[in-house]
């Protein structure tokens, strides 16, 4: 964020950038949405598919994505007299990306809410307050302002 | 998270959910890759193009989308001897979504980066540590597991 920055940014490659990598998991279509289901206690398709309107096809190819990138497990269940089914349930990988989507329904609310205000807020389990995501470092600091946050090349970082 | 937690959340529209319309603005392809270069200091288009390898007329969408959307804002700018032109800065829409690449980056860099280790870090412009997010709640609580996490209807939440 200073003078010398662009430059310094423009001698390393951007092979590897794990923004990227993420974004290929996550960004597809529907893909979050999917997700903000599971969090929201949502686990089977059949549900899934009523409660969001995702064409089964698109809605099957996403789940399937998330189990083959360790996202979700399939966990099998079976209701009385029914045949043997499965429901998706967040793995330690999945479950990690509840910060994600704290931070972007954060900013969704804040800046694309309708007048009435979000449909969904995230509280905390033990006192119903809302959460929130906070920047800190590694040395205990909190970082108030987003000017204090500077990129640097990481141990992976090569030179263009 | 709990048994009733899905029947619940059946009975409550998805109209208005505001991590679709989040990813509506970041999760077409690249759109994150920009912010990222804006972000490291690549404000300018051809250095950005020559950075990321992104299509031409795909980064001048993804820009124009950006700007258009109050993420990034337009600022003219004159080498010596060379007409105006303008590079892109964020907008405080925009450096409100520093969480958001945070949380992307740091998920990433856990399970997604190359055995060399990641390219890029975030760090603590005053005392260097590396930063990442933490979950508080608005009456002050850190949580710690995700499973203290807990979703709600909010205001705008309507039935189905």
């Known amino acids: ?31 979050l949405v999917v997700l903000r289901e599971v969090v929201n206690g949502i686990r ?48 330690p990988k999945g479950l990690d990306l509840y910060p994600v989507l704290i931070t972007l329904l954060e900013w969704g609310n804040k800046y694309l809410a309708d007048p009435a205000g979000p449909p969904l807020r995230f509280t905390h389990r033990d006192c119903g307050a809302e959460v929130h995501a906070e920047i800190h470092c590694a040395d205990g600091h909190l970082l108030a302002d987003r000017r204090e946050v500077v990129p640097r090349p990481g141990p992976g970082a090569r030179r263009r």
Request: with cysteine; net charge positive; charged share 30%.
């Open 1 to 31: 964020m200073n003078p010398t920055a662009a430059s310094d940014a423009l001698e390393w490659s951007i092979d590897g950038c794990t923004i990227g990598r993420a974004m290929e998991v996550l960004g597809e279509k529907w893909t």
């Open 44 to 91: 089977r398709f059949d549900d899934m598919r009523v409660r969001t309107g995702v064409p089964r096809q698109v809605l099957s190819n996403r789940l399937a994505m998330l189990v083959d990138q360790g996202v979700l497990k399939r966990v099998p269940y079976r209701d009385p007299g029914a045949r043997e089914r499965h429901e998706y349930r967040l793995t």
